[in-house]
């Protein structure tokens, strides 16, 4: 993007396991300031949306989505939430079935390709918040099944702008990412939150949910005993194919901002699709050299800006966001 800084990271932040550590410690010691409203589902579940408190009279709208097993207290959801309300832009923070606080009311759940809740909440702001331009930006998962969403025909649902970041554009190599080296140990946290629901609905729903998905020993198991099967896919294989993010980038029409660190350790730099990227007006990559996993600290954090919880990231998609939302609505009164 013109007029921001390449992302550099700081001396002893260069590894990517650290700056996707630090990432997540600097950004969760942030209190959230969030409103929550509660949609039932027409297929009588339900999910929870948080606003953000403020600003008062905003430009536009932004849903957020979080990644695997977070919600809308992540970290990166409050302080890009702070960012966007600093530039005058109401946050909203979509929390997938069951990541809310409460399990959700059927045996599925949310998946890196599911798009009826982010459409049934775009529906709900558009309703709630008429006449204001409408965006999105997704995290690592979130911003999977937003391309997902995006990438089908007719699938912008009325969005002006979006953004997406640290996407595991090809959900097998984050599976394989998952299962070697350090990754290892992400995937064993992850799995500990996962395992606990999947215990939690097989005693709920033991015709449907496999009281051997709580015995996982890696994602891809997981996702072959519960993912795949409560969501209608063959096995985990069928599942990545059909949901990875690079099958949708391409058709995507509408500006979007994608960000990704080439050293990303859960979603590996070499499955972002740079060339279909790059080959589209409308798609704009920041495809940085450091940074790791929804990392990106740089000297911002905790420096005083947009309240001493944002940094290269946070601005990065903010000001993207923000000029889109300008553009839109000076088109609209006659401006260009």
């Known amino acids: 993007m013109k007029n921001l800084p390449a992302f550099e990271p700081p001396p002893g932040l260069r590894n990517p396991h650290v700056q996707t550590v630090v990432g997540r410690v600097v950004r969760r010691r942030f209190e959230p300031r969030y409103d929550r409203v509660r949609l039932d589902t027409d297929d009588g579940d339900f999910i929870d949306l948080d606003l953000w408190r403020g600003p008062e009279d905003a430009a536009g709208l932004c849903l957020l989505l979080h990644g695997l097993e977070g919600s809308a207290r992540s970290g990166y959801m409050v302080t890009t939430s702070e960012a966007l309300a600093a530039a005058g ?36 702001l558009a309703g709630r918040f008429p006449g204001l331009p409408r965006t999105a930006i997704g995290f690592s998962l979130g911003g999977n099944a937003l391309l997902n969403l995006l990438g089908r025909e007719g699938g ?23 299962q070697r080296g350090m990754g290892r140990l992400y995937g064993r946290r992850f799995l500990r939150s996962l395992r606990e629901k999947a215990r939690e609905k097989a005693v709920r729903f033991p015709d449907v949910v496999a009281p051997e998905a709580a015995r996982a020993r890696t994602i891809r198991e997981f996702d072959d005993r519960l ?15 059909r949901c990875s993010a690079k099958r949708f980038v391409g058709p995507v029409d509408l500006p979007m901002l994608l960000v990704h660190a080439r050293d990303d350790p859960l979603a590996p730099g070499s499955s972002v699709p740079v060339e279909t990227i790059r080959r589209r007006p409308n798609l704009s990559l920041e495809l940085t050299e450091r940074g790791g996993h ?3 600290v740089d000297r911002g954090h905790g420096n005083g800006r947009a309240g001493a919880r944002t940094g290269w990231l946070e601005e990065t998609v903010s000001r993207y966001i923000s000029r889109a939302i300008q553009r839109t609505t000076h088109r609209d009164s006659g401006v260009f």
């Not at 399990?103 to 709900?124: F, K, M, V």
């Open 156 to 178: 912008g649902r009325g969005l002006v702008a979006a953004a997406a970041v640290s996407v595991p554009y090809d959900l097998e190599s984050s599976a394989d990412a998952l």
């Open 89 to 124: 832009i109401q946050a909203v923070a979509l929390n997938f079935r069951s990541c809310s606080g409460e399990p959700n009311r059927l045996p599925g759940a949310y998946h890196s390709g599911r798009t009826d809740d982010i459409e049934r909440a775009l529906d709900w």
């Open 294 to 296: 929804l990392g990106f």
């Open 227 to 241: 993912t795949a099967p409560v969501h209608g896919f063959r096995d985990a294989a069928d599942y990545y194919a």
